[in-house]
């Protein structure tokens, strides 16, 4: 049994040390997906058991029908709640100091971040509606961060392990 490391050993060892560099380095984030709409069943029911039925046939409306039906309001649609999710990622504010270089960045209004994050969250990228960054130090004012163009994968010798997402900043309504 020969005692030199193989190829695959030294690939265990790099990607052990990228994954323990990821850990310390990654900040906590949120992602927020955007909310799902889907349609009612009541637009779907019979007439004579829809609840809103009341109205297309005029005259004086029992209070109880005000409302139309009691899950959508007589909307015919149904919103769920916006999602999020907590990821942690390395986040990189200066453009000077971007895991990739993007010409003419500076060029965006409102401040621009880069992320490297683990490929297991690129679908997550992908759904997202905006990001909160580093949220441990999540103050009153909160920016979010919509995504710009299309994350990449610059990593091929680690396998493909991390992506890079690039984001331009939008303060909060709310
Ligand atoms: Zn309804």
Known sequence: M???????DIRDTIKEVQDDL??????PCRISYPPVITTCSCTSDSVGQKPSSHYLHG??????????????????QLRAEATTEEVNWIIERDPARFFLIIPNIKAIQGGVAQTKCKIVDLPKVLRCDFVVLETNVEVYR???YKLIGEPVDPYKI????????????????A
């Open 2 to 8: 020969s005692l030199l490391p193989t190829d695959s």
């Open 158 to 173: 680690a396998d493909g392990l991390y992506f890079i997402a690039t984001w331009q900043r939008v303060l909060k309504s």
């Open 59 to 76: 005259g004086p409306l029992p209070v109880s029908s005000m409302t139309g039906c009691r899950l959508c309001g007589g909307t015919g």
């Open 142 to 144: 909160t920016y979010q």
């Open 22 to 27: 990821f850990d310390n380095w990654a900040k």
